[in-house]
């Protein structure tokens, strides 16, 4: 499990674009036949990914969470965006259709990956976060989210939203996560920017082509930088950070946030006016 510590509003500011990846994006997260963590130090985040084959694979604590099981103090949120597959959490076996959700709560022992085909594997995003109590491990279906139409193709930025875990559908206990899904044409996956002052969130674009780049914007709104992504990267936005970006072609992305609320809409707009 890598680890990444905490950079302040200020500190950001004097970093190069090599320093900027580097505490940020999370490049190669999918591994064929491992699995992939990345232990951030905003709001004690997990990020990993898993890409099972021939063999299932099991996800374990390490030593960096000093637990007996790695969902022990903890949830997880996991989405399927390659092939079909299955998901076992003690025992009881989950089947994630591609775009397909699943909570994992607090306390649960055993969490197993696989796929139906050695060939066509499974690729399992999952995020975690500290949990106080424990809410039932849930299977969240496409069609189950919650769907949210937004933007317009004037904006190019027209959208839909995929809440999947949040105060209004399947329970947690500070973990909010869903997918935005642009439509052809659109490049912007939110505009006017935002921050979070309460929550942190992280970022994996994906369904990008190979040839093709986001362009992710962060910073506070008067210090802004980017950051070029490529197809199923990630990236860290802590809670000071505007979270906006434009693809060179349309594209989607997992969101997931932790901190002290579930309101979708709690954000600090940022005037257009106002961006440096």
Not at 25 to 49: C, P, Q, T, W
Not at 114 to 119: L, P, T, Y
């Amino acid at each position: 499990m890598e680890t990444r510590y905490l950079v302040d509003p200020e500190h950001f500011t004097r970093l190069n674009t090599t320093e900027i990846r580097r505490q940020f994006l999370i490049e190669n997260l999918f591994a064929v036949g491992s699995i992939k963590l990345v232990y951030s130090h905003v709001d004690r985040m997990v990020i990993g990914a898993a890409v099972p084959t021939d063999q299932p694979l099991s996800l374990e604590a390490g030593t960096e969470l000093a637990a007996d099981y790695f969902a022990q103090r903890r949830e997880i949120g996991v989405m399927n965006i390659g092939q079909p597959g299955s998901v076992q959490v003690d025992g009881q076996v989950y089947h994630l259709s591609s775009r397909d959700m699943l909570y994992i709560g607090r306390g649960s022992r055993e969490i197993v990956f696989s796929s139906d085909s050695q060939a066509s594997p499974s690729r399992y995003y999952l995020v975690s976060l500290p949990a106080h109590t424990s809410y039932p491990t849930t299977h969240i279906p496409l069609e189950a989210a919650n769907r949210l139409s937004l933007g317009s193709d004037a904006d190019s930025n027209r959208r839909v939203i995929y809440q999947c875990i949040h105060e209004g559908g399947v329970k947690s206990c500070q973990l909010v996560m869903g997918f935005t899904e642009l439509f052809e044409g659109n490049v912007w996956n939110t505009m006017p920017a935002h921050t979070h002052e309460r929550r942190s969130e992280v970022y994996l674009y994906f369904n990008l082509p190979d040839e093709a780049v986001v362009f992710h914007l962060m910073g506070q709104p008067q210090e802004t930088r980017h950051i070029v992504v490529r197809n199923e990267q990630a990236v860290i936005s802590p809670s000071w950070s505007i979270h906006a970006g434009a693809g060179t072609k349309n594209y989607c992305f997992v969101w997931a946030m932790g901190g002290e609320n579930q309101r979708f809409d709690d954000m600090d707009p940022v005037r257009m006016g106002d961006l440096a």
